[in-house]
């Protein structure tokens, strides 16, 4: 496991839960093996580590206790070409100016290895889906990602295993929760800075906040369905974008009294073979689908050729559901 911030956190904890808890949610099949991360050290241990023993060993400045007879020094790299595992599970922070890297490389390196990966991560699969999935197609291996684009609702399982034959034809959402949760602040007259911190307190914004703020994260959700969805393979840096601050802009009192929401709201459309997709702060009236969508929930509206539209909407999820996504795509592997 790469990464032990809010989610791989939130993983660990979920996986400590005793069994009667949650009784089905980690199969006994699961033992973690090595956990890494940037500045904080890394464990490693073949026969396996308990994730209560994880927790434990784990104090908040100093990461790691260097003391522990399971901390690892060497490089993520050495340990993903030559340590004993069968998933790679990368959850480390999102990285749009290196266009997803390093993550992109340390999930390659898994799947040429014949590993399975599951992340959470958007960066590698916003620049680089097709090249993984190919990658894992040509080694037979699985690379899920449910976690990605609305917090582990399952937004791929839906379309794989309950849209069967149809083609998507386009999307619409919200799925940025720090900017929803933050316009709905600003819109009751909070400070942004009071509004960032409680948003902070709740685990959900981006290790680079400017990624929720200029829209990045956002864009790169947008790039991540346009790239699942029409098989294509744009970027965030192809996909225009609002930034938060657009909000100030607005007469947010005015707005308010007119019944009206601004809402960052992401596209995706396939004509043809060309694709459209932009993240636009846009107003929504009462009688909009998205207009209730408020706090940290999340909305994806799909229109398919072959049904009505289809809306799945989150309500305020935590980070509790993305580590529940990726266990959700774990549990995939094991039962295949
Ligand atoms: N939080 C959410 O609700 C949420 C929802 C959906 C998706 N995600 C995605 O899930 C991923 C994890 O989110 P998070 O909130 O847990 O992030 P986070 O709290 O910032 O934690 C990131 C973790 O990754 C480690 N890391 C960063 N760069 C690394 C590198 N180059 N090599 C190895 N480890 C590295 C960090 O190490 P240090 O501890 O040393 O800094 C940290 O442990 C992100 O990509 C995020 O976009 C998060």
Redesign the pocket.
């Known amino acids: 496991m790469?990464?032990?911030?809010?989610?791989?956190?939130?993983l660990i904890r979920l996986f400590a839960e005793p069994k009667p808890r949650f009784p089905a949610l980690v199969p006994d099949s699961l033992t973690i093996t090595g956990v890494?991360?940037?500045?904080?050290?890394a464990l490693y241990n073949p026969r396996g580590l308990s994730p209560s023993a994880i927790l434990q060993t784990y104090r908040q400045d100093a990461?790691f206790d260097r003391n522990s007879s399971d901390f690892y020094s060497g490089g993520?790299l050495e340990l993903l070409s030559g340590g004993d595992y069968d998933i790679l599970v990368e959850?480390?922070?999102?990285?749009i100016r290196s266009k997803g890297e390093?993550?992109f490389t340390?999930i390659k390196q898994a799947l040429q290895k014949g590993r399975h990966a599951v992340?959470?991560?958007?960066?590698p699969l916003a620049f680089h889906f097709k090249e993984l999935r190919e990658l894992a197609k040509k080694r037979n291996r699985l690379l899920l990602f449910e976690?990605?684009v609305m917090?582990?609702t399952p937004v791929f399982n839906l379309i794989k295993h309950g849209l069967r034959g149809a083609s998507v034809l386009s999307f619409s959402g919200i799925l940025n929760?720090t900017t929803n949760f933050l316009s709905e602040l600003t819109e009751r007259g909070i400070s942004i800075d009071r509004a960032l911190e409680s948003a902070r307190a709740k685990?959900?914004?981006?290790?680079d906040p400017s990624?929720d703020l200029e829209g990045w994260?956002a864009a790169a959700k947008t790039a991540i369905l346009c790239n699942v969805l029409f098989d294509s393979e744009i970027t965030p840096f192809q996909i225009p974008r609002s930034t938060f601050e657009e909000i100030f802009a607005k007469d947010i009192r005015r707005s308010v009294e007119q019944k009206l929401r601004w809402k960052f709201i992401c596209e995706g459309t396939r004509v043809k073979q060309k694709i459209h997709a932009s993240v636009k702060l846009t107003p929504v009236d009462e009688s909009h689908p998205f207009y209730r969508i408020n706090g940290t929930s999340s909305v994806l509206r799909i229109e398919a050729d072959s049904l009505a539209p289809l809306t799945i909407v989150q309500e305020n999820?935590?980070?509790t559901?993305?580590a529940y996504?990726v266990i959700n795509d774990l549990l995939e592997i094991t039962d295949s």
């Not at 890494?36 to 050290?41: E, P």
């Open positions: 790469i990464g032990f911030g809010n989610v791989g956190k939130e890494v991360t940037k500045s904080h050290g990461g993520v959850l480390s922070a999102l990285n390093p993550a340390y992340t959470a991560n958007k960066g976690s990605t917090d582990g929760s685990g959900i914004v981006e290790a990624d994260d999820p935590t980070v559901d993305t996504g």
